[in-house]
């Protein structure tokens, strides 16, 4: 859901028109938890953790060629907030690739088209605009990789590499309070395309489970890479103009409390209740 795509976010645009016709935490509740920095982040080394993993049961709901939605529901350790990464070859291998090109800002820079029209460039200012308020962090936050959220970005990756065949994943995470601790549920959807068939969205399910009492605490999605001249560059951490308009719609049909947008290296957080501080359309 990445504007530079001549600034379009198919995704987002299919979804708000499911999300309309249908039924996380805010950022400070990602730190509910204590997180510890492990001494490997301070070294400059890949702070990897054998805790972070996801369980290896899931529910395949839906299937739609290569495309899947799947659900995971387990239990929420502390470990899922922290920010570590899971010590799996695929992924430490697409940072190494990232980084090989120096491409591992926080700000990405990549190539930018050139508009075609008046409302192309204002969509294109828009995008720019929000991108600058999520960088000076006056609307959300951007922070290094969570343990959870680098776990589904390894998971889609592992299924289609993210620097040869760039695919965007979205998941609904759900949190519930029970008489044994917190449990987390994980709705996943991706495929083997740029953009998921809506099939596998999973918006339905997670506004179902959410009218079951499960708190809707965050969609994440992914910005696939970009490229800057001849080298590789990370999308960017922010959300779309279409993104921003999906998510108010989920928060106001189904209660989402926050939305997220991972590029594998950075992850982007704002609460529902800054969504309208965004440019949307």
């Known amino acids: 859901?990445?504007?530079?795509?001549?600034?379009?976010?198919?995704?987002?645009?299919?979804?708000?028109?499911?999300?309309?016709?249908?039924?996380?935490?805010?950022?400070?509740?990602?730190?509910?938890?204590?997180?510890?920095?492990?001494?490997?982040?301070?070294?400059?080394?890949?702070?990897?953790?054998?805790?972070?993993?996801?369980?290896?049961?899931?529910?395949t709901v839906r299937e739609d060629g290569s495309a899947v939605l799947l659900v995971w529901t387990f239990p929420d350790e502390p470990v899922y907030s922290e920010f570590v990464l899971p010590a799996d070859s695929a992924y430490l291998a697409y940072r190494a690739a990232i980084r090989a090109d120096g491409?591992?800002?926080?700000?990405?820079?990549?190539?930018?088209?050139?508009?075609q029209s008046e409302d192309e460039a204002t969509i294109m200012r828009d995008e720019s605009l929000n991108r600058d308020l999520a960088q000076r962090g006056e609307v959300g936050v951007i922070e290094?990789?969570?343990?959870?959220?680098?776990?589904l970005f390894t998971f889609q990756h592992v299924r289609f590499s993210q620097l040869a065949h760039?695919?965007?994943?979205?998941?609904?995470?759900?949190?519930?309070?029970?008489?044994?601790?917190?449990?987390?549920?994980?709705?996943?959807?991706?495929?083997?395309?740029?953009?998921?068939?809506?099939?596998?969205?999973?918006?339905?399910v997670a506004a179902d489970s959410a009218a079951q009492g499960w708190e809707y605490w965050y969609v994440l999605h992914n910005h696939t890479i970009q490229h800057n001249n001849d080298r590789l560059a990370l999308g960017a951490p922010a959300l779309s103009t279409s993104d921003a308009q999906l998510m108010r719609s989920l928060a106001g049909t189904a209660g989402l409390r926050s939305a997220r947008v991972t590029n594998g290296f950075y992850t982007y957080t704002v609460p529902a209740r800054e969504l309208d501080r965004l440019r949307s359309r």
């Open 103 to 115: 491409a591992d800002a926080r700000n990405p820079i990549a190539d930018e088209p050139t508009p």
């Open 144 to 151: 290094r990789m969570r343990c959870l959220d680098a776990l």
């Open 166 to 204: 760039p695919t965007e994943f979205v998941a609904s995470v759900l949190r519930k309070e029970a008489g044994d601790g917190a449990r987390l549920m994980v709705v996943f959807g991706a495929g083997d395309e740029l953009f998921p068939p809506k099939s596998v969205y999973g918006f339905d």
């Open 1 to 59: 859901m990445d504007g530079k795509r001549k600034y379009v976010s198919a995704l987002g645009a299919v979804l708000l028109v499911a999300a309309c016709g249908g039924p996380g935490s805010d950022a400070e509740t990602t730190d509910r938890e204590s997180v510890r920095t492990p001494a490997a982040a301070v070294k400059g080394e890949e702070p990897t953790d054998p805790r972070c993993a996801l369980p290896a049961d899931s529910v």
